[in-house]
């Protein structure tokens, strides 16, 4: 087992047995205990998780939907009701079993609920256990717009079992992966020329990996844990990519899955930082090439480009109505805080196009 502490929370890593939410729970008392689970969670994971803790068996079980459009007021005023209806008080426990969806969810549920509740995050996706579930931050969407309503307010733990990862599908393991990408591009040119290496076998080793970007990802927050200065590179690839998960939300279309909207993200933002900082045309090509030898190819059409340009200009991040990004000056060194225009965007969602083409 592996720990980790970030702030007041502790983070395990475990393979083999949940005997820290066990000592935990044992060490703490709670009135009542609630466990939030999405349709898939609560068939492959919670029957692991009761089985293994058993101070938990005695939980309340609330189901809620998967995906991004879950992530609603609506499914925020639904589980407010139900834990209303079942005696929630402040002696209660919210424990967050899913990936990111559950866990922005379950954590902002828990945070306003009776003024706010404790709550652990037991993150079961790749992406989840890599980022959404460790750093504080929860929120919601609000009318198609990426975690408009939130806040920051860190679990009492968060529990990585790897095993839960065995559940995922082929297409949620490889949309994690942009996310580890990231983490290589704004801070480790080690854990970039891995990821390079094993990306011709299109699904990684994680074993290590998962390790690496939790550990770089609580030396970031630690660092600006309310996201003002450094804790923004983590946001490399996410403002173009929270964009057109937007569009798609709000144009009906089919879904597209958070890594995959990264890896656009990842692209466009790498050509935006090469035409910012003039690194070389070899090592664009490199890091583009990578990232679309591995990540299914998007269909953003260029009619869509001034949807994309509406929803950036909601980004949190933007300051005086100008996009506010943060860029690459070389692989693993980010730079925060850069002014981005709408042609510097526009060109980049048409580089992108060419390279699909190509």
Request: aromatic share 10%; net charge positive.
């Amino acid at each position: 087992m592996k720990q980790f502490l970030l702030r007041d929370t502790l983070i395990y890593l475990d393979d083999n047995s949940f005997n820290s939410i066990n000592k935990w729970m044992s060490l703490n008392h709670f009135d009542n205990k609630f466990i939030i689970a999405d349709e898939n969670t609560s068939i492959h994971c919670l029957p692991v998780l009761l089985k293994h803790v058993p101070l938990l068996k005695d939980s309340f079980i609330i189901k809620m939907s998967s995906g991004e459009s879950a992530k609603s007021i609506a499914q925020v005023e639904a589980i407010c009701s139900c834990l209303i209806n079942k005696n929630i008080d402040r002696q209660s426990l919210i424990v967050n079993l899913g990936g990111g969806v559950v866990c922005d969810l379950g954590g902002f549920v828990a945070s306003i609920i009776k003024r706010g509740v404790k709550f652990i995050n037991i993150p079961t996706t790749l992406m989840s256990q890599i980022d959404a579930a460790i750093g504080g931050k929860v929120a919601v969407n609000f009318q198609d717009y990426k975690n408009q309503i939130g806040l920051f307010v860190d679990p009492q733990i968060v529990f990585v079992y790897t095993p839960f990862l065995l559940s995922l599908s082929h297409d949620d393991l490889l949309s994690a992966q942009a996310e580890i990408f990231k983490y290589g591009l704004i801070y480790d040119r080690l854990l970039w020329e891995q990821c390079r290496l094993e990306s011709s076998n299109k699904i990684m080793n994680f074993k290590n990996m998962i390790s690496d970007c939790i550990k770089i990802k609580i030396k970031i927050v630690e660092s600006d844990y309310y996201d003002y200065q450094g804790r923004r590179m983590l946001n490399f690839g996410h403002s173009i990519c929270h964009a057109i998960e937007s569009v798609f939300l709000s144009t009906k279309k089919q879904p597209v899955s958070h890594g995959f909207a990264l890896s656009v993200g990842l692209i466009c933002e790498t050509y935006i930082s090469y035409k910012k900082f003039k690194f070389s045309s070899k090592k664009l090509s490199i890091i583009v090439n990578t990232i679309l030898s591995v990540f299914p190819k998007i269909n953003l059409v260029k009619a869509l480009d001034n949807l994309v340009l509406k929803y950036l200009k909601s980004d949190k991040k933007n300051k005086n109505r100008l996009y506010n990004f943060t860029l690459i000056k070389d692989i693993g060194v980010a730079v925060v805080n850069c002014s981005v225009s709408d042609i510097h965007i526009i060109n980049s969602l048409d580089y992108y196009r060419k390279k699909c083409q190509t």
